[in-house]
């Protein structure tokens, strides 16, 4: 088994736009994870994007991540001898900072980027918020919601002229003298809607957690990896999941990786479409049927999501999800 590749392109061909869908329908439903190729993105833009944060990495970010707590807690453990095996030291072997996009503008960095990566992450952000939103159609089609469902959702709802969230975070994970001991950014979900992520297109380290084993997310030069969050599985009703995924650490590797989130906005309701708490109540074989019938999900708001994720990222993700329905019982 691999980490499925799919070639978006051929929905354009009549013939085989049927067996896409599909291969998209089952690669969100079995492995939250899978990687896009011929997207539509130039590839030259998405070369600029990792030639660009390769170079600004180099000239204001290494130095500083020399002297990061994380180093100190890894030259701490090896001076005092520790032996950790069995039990990695519970932090991340990363750098790097977050950029959010509102009105196509990007906010300030610090320290700031130059001006010709400012402008290249500007237009590397319209390019794969279209492609975010080209993903969720697909879906829509393929749960049999009505087009513009998940888009709206995600903005929350009823027309109110709000937009998702969107916002890209830029990871390098410099080489790492004991990998052993240390991730590069440990196991997790993410909390949000549909990531989209440009990797490293040389050096591998991400993997996913399928059917309890790790499967590498092998580095394919202009793939874009798609990557369901949280609210996006409770938006399906568990239709589509997120799945636990890591970067490993390299001893003799820079990697680097720009992370899309395209997620709900802070006031977003989010639960389960009831028509597909409907099929899911009548695949279960419940009489009476209605939406409540086949409800797997708290109601709740993104917000309060997000304040329990913040301090439960590395944990199970069902205490999350149980955490909500006390919190949600505020949303009718």
């Known amino acids: 088994m691999a980490v499925p590749v799919i070639d978006i392109k051929k929905l354009l061909d009549g013939e085989e736009r049927e067996m896409t869908m599909e291969q998209i329908h089952k690669a969100c439903q079995e492995w939250g994870f899978f990687q896009l190729v011929n997207h539509g993105i130039p590839h030259s833009l998405l070369d600029g994007v990792q030639e660009l944060f390769k170079e600004h990495y180099k000239n204001s970010m290494d130095a500083q991540f020399q002297d990061s707590a994380v180093v100190e807690m890894l030259e701490s453990a090896l001076s005092q001898g520790m032996n950790l095996s069995a039990t990695k030291i519970d932090a991340d072997w990363e750098t790097g900072?977050?950029?959010?996009?509102?009105?196509?503008?990007?906010?300030?960095?610090?320290?700031?980027?130059?001006?010709?990566?400012?402008?290249t992450m500007e237009e590397f952000a319209e390019e794969v918020k279209g492609l975010a939103?080209?993903?969720?159609?697909?879906?829509c089609e393929n749960l049999g919601l009505e087009k513009g469902y998940l888009k709206e959702a995600l903005a929350g709802g009823n027309g109110n002229g709000n937009s998702p969230f969107f916002g890209i975070k830029m990871c390098h994970y410099p080489p790492c003298p004991r990998p052993d001991l240390i991730d590069g950014l440990r196991s997790h979900t993410d909390a949000g809607g549909l990531i989209l992520l440009?990797?490293?297109?040389?050096?591998?380290g991400l993997q996913v957690l399928k059917d309890d084993t790790?499967?590498?997310?092998?580095?394919?030069?202009?793939?874009?990896?798609?990557?369901?969050?949280?609210?996006?599985?409770?938006?399906?009703n568990g239709k589509y999941k997120s799945m636990w995924h890591r970067v490993l650490a390299k001893d003799d590797a820079n990697r680097m990786s720009v992370a899309a989130f395209y997620n709900p906005s802070s006031e977003a309701e989010v639960y389960p479409p009831p028509q597909l708490m409907i099929m899911s109540a009548e695949h279960n074989g419940i009489d009476n049927v209605n939406a409540k019938s086949g409800y797997?999900?708290?109601?709740?708001?993104?917000?309060d999501y997000m304040k329990v994720y913040a301090e439960q990222k590395f944990l199970p993700k069902k205490?999350?999800?149980?955490?909500?329905?006390?919190?949600?019982?505020?949303?009718?």
């Not at 950029?99 to 001006?115: F, G, R, Y």
């Not at 797997?296 to 917000?303: E, G, I, N, Q």
């Not at 999350?320 to 329905?325: D, G, I, L, P």
């Open 198 to 204: 440009l990797q490293d297109d040389e050096i591998d």
């Open 296 to 303: 797997a999900y708290p109601k709740f708001v993104s917000k």
């Open 214 to 236: 790790w499967f590498d997310v092998q580095p394919i030069r202009h793939a874009i990896v798609i990557d369901i969050g949280d609210q996006l599985e409770v938006m399906t």
């Open 133 to 139: 939103e080209r993903v969720l159609e697909i879906m």
């Open 319 to 332: 205490p999350r999800f149980e955490a909500m329905s006390i919190v949600g019982h505020a949303v009718k």
């Open 97 to 119: 900072f977050f950029i959010q996009h509102s009105s196509h503008k990007t906010n300030t960095v610090t320290p700031p980027l130059p001006a010709n990566f400012k402008e």
